[in-house]
């Protein structure tokens, strides 16, 4: 009686310890990752092509897109917020390069948080081409089959300061003291 006993408690306690380690196994499977980075890809390639429908068409209809301007709320404004920026701004070797760390499960398995670098050419109707590049990160969402876009954050790495004169002097003549 007390063996029968002893299992079923030993039972009862696996059946609640099962769900809870399946909880934090938070483990992204790869055909799953291969699925977000091929999303990259599209967004790469529509960017470089200034197709701002199809940039749109890979978010979900309630996105969220923050800018360096401020957040952009829906796909119908993402899309126009990629055709006017466009209309500025001619667009060419945009390469997302995501960090393969940062791939992880938020909450369920239908919502992947991913986050990387990413850099881009831009170049106005007149001037030179200006080389530009940051951080990123989104949480991609199921829908059906496909994966989406459901919030898209982004930032520009400002270009390194300019050494102050006095100091870049010091430090050459510093450097062109011969030594005792």
Known sequence: MKIRLLGALVGLAISFALPTFAQQN???D????????AVGKKYDEAD?????????????????FVTDTGPVYGRQAIEKWFTDDFQEWRHSDHITKGDPNSIHIIGTADNIASAGEWSLTVQGKSGDPIQLNGHYSMIHTREGNDWKIRIDT???????????????????????????
Request: hydrophobic fraction near 40%; charge should be negative; proline fraction near 9%.
């Open 26 to 28: 938070k483990t992204v």
């Open 30 to 37: 790869p055909q799953i990752i291969e699925q977000i980075i």
């Open 48 to 64: 470089n092509n200034n197709e701002a429908a199809a940039l749109a068409a890979l978010f979900t209809e309630d996105a969220v």
């Open 154 to 180: 982004w930032n520009i790495t400002p270009a390194p300061a300019a050494p102050e004169a006095g100091r870049t002097q010091r430090i050459n003549q510093e450097t062109a003291k011969p030594s005792d």
